[in-house]
């Protein structure tokens, strides 16, 4: 699946792992307010955040920021 940035990169894998915004949240240790916003491109979660969404998502840092190499790590 192309996607444009890494707000719907988040929101596609979040999608796949049948997570919700507060579950993903509650992994991530911010709001779901904080999720929402990444996914709707209003902020962008920082590069420690995007580290361990790349673990959690079994994905490389690569697909994440530039949405490149989706394979796994």
């Known amino acids: 699946m192309q996607t444009k940035n890494i707000g719907d990169r988040i929101q596609y894998l979040r999608k796949k792992n049948a997570m919700t915004q507060r579950e993903l949240a509650g992994i991530l240790y911010v709001s779901d307010k904080t999720v929402s916003s990444w996914e709707r491109g ?14 959690l998502f079994c994905t490389s840092l690569n697909y994440l920021l530039i949405g490149e190499n989706k394979n796994t790590l």
Request: avoid cysteine.
């Open 42 to 55: 209003r902020t962008q979660p920082n590069y420690i955040i995007i580290i361990r969404l790349s673990a």
